[in-house]
Each structure stands twice: as C-alpha cells, then as structure tokens.
C-alpha cells in the first residue's frame, strides 16, 4: 500500500535561520508531489507541485524553495526562513482524481 | 484569486442534525470536487468525491451535491455526530492540480 512519511512534526527556528522539510512516498513509482502551506485562518495554499525527478513548478513568489532529489523524495527549503514563513506544511501525493491528494501528517513550523 | 470558496468560516450543528457545508467555485472547466476533513496537527483526509457528470454522490452519512448551473458544491452530514467536529475543506480540480477552500469549521454539540 502506499503511505507519505513528512517530517519533523514540529519546528522552531529562528529567523534568518536555514529551513529542510523532507517528504517521501512508498508503495508507489512517478507521484506527483506536492507542498501546503496552511497559515493560521486560512485555507491550504499550493507552494509547489513536482511531475518527476527535478521538475518542481511555483505557484507563488517566496522565500522558499524544493527540490526531487529522487522519484519519491520532495524536500521543502530556504536559506533564511522570516517571521511570516510560520505555519503547517503539507506534503501530498496524487492518486487517481477521484480521490484527490493523500496528504502527510504534516509539520508545524514557527519561526521565533 | 480564489477559485474555490467557502464563505461560512464555521458552523455549530446539535448532534442528530444535519451538517450543511457549501462551497463556490469559479472555474467552469474544473471537473473533479472533493471534501476533505481535517483534524487540528494533522493532514487533511479524503472524505467523499464527485465528478461533474454527476450531481449527487453518497457514502453512509456523507452526501456532497453539485449544481453545475451555480456552481456550488454542498456537502450534507446526516446524523452529524460529536466525532465529526472538524475543519472541512472542499477542492475542485482541473487536470492534476487541486484547488482548496479557506475551510469550514464544523462543530457538533453533544
């Protein structure tokens, strides 16, 4: 069966410090992958989407970046997190589009 | 530009009754609409779809309706129960990208 690993669960940063989100899926080969964000009081906003190794698309200009290292691995990242990169960030998969997005279990950043 | 909206932040509904959710979009071309629920910390989970060629889909106490003509999607919860206190959000899609809804809080009173 297939299942999303995200981790960690929680993060505190510090401003200015560098920020890595890794997220992997099993039990599947070529997913499209995709990161949330869910800011506090609003809805879940696309910050990126990946159809294959090293093809990553923005939806919004940021101060983050990802990155496919590999075929099952999405890794979420920026060089000097601020305080307005707070929020859960969500990792997904897509499976047929009739069940939409599997998502991981999230992570909880706060940036101090 | 929000495609996908829902415009009731929450909704209190007594236990027994039923939970109407609604949800607005704007994409004519968007094809595929879901529900997902959402417990705080953790990451949304699929709740029940319907295509565009359909205009009502059920699964036990979960019905969602489409009105294409609208375009408004509502999802029905008959009997809401305690347990079903939650963030609900709706999608549509077009292609493989989803959009989502800001969400509805549901909060079922015992």
């Known amino acids: 069966s297939q299942t999303i690993h995200q981790w960690p669960a929680t993060l505190v940063q510090p401003v200015g410090s560098p920020l890595s989100l890794e997220c992997t899926v099993e039990?599947?080969?070529?997913?499209?992958l995709y990161w949330y964000r869910q800011a506090a009081g609003r809805g879940l906003q696309l910050l990126f989407y990946?159809?294959?190794?090293?093809?990553i698309s923005s939806e919004v200009p940021q101060n983050l970046s990802a990155s496919r290292p590999q075929d099952r691995q999405f890794i979420l990242s920026s060089k000097k997190l601020l305080l307005s990169d707070s929020g859960f960030y969500l990792c997904a998969w897509s499976q047929d589009r009739g069940r939409g997005y599997t998502f991981g279990s999230g992570t909880r950043l706060t940036v101090v | 530009d929000q495609q996908v909206k829902q415009n009731s932040p929450s909704l209190s509904v007594q236990e027994g009754r039923i939970s109407i959710l609604n949800c607005d979009y704007t994409?004519?071309?968007?094809?595929?609409f879901l529900w997902y629920k959402k417990y705080p910390a953790e990451g949304p989970t699929f709740l029940i779809s319907i295509s565009s060629i359909k205009d009502k889909n059920e699964d036990g106490r979960f019905t969602v309706f489409l009105n294409k003509s609208a375009k408004h999607l509502s999802l029905h919860i008959v009997p809401s129960q305690p347990g079903d206190s939650a963030v609900y959000f709706c999608?549509?899609?077009?292609?493989?990208?989803?959009?989502f809804g800001t969400g509805t809080s549901l909060t079922v009173i015992p």
């Open positions: 994409n004519s071309m968007f094809d595929y």
């Open positions: 990946s159809v294959g190794i090293g093809q």
């Open positions: 039990g599947t080969s070529n997913p499209n």
């Open positions: 999608a549509a899609s077009t292609g493989n990208q989803f959009y």
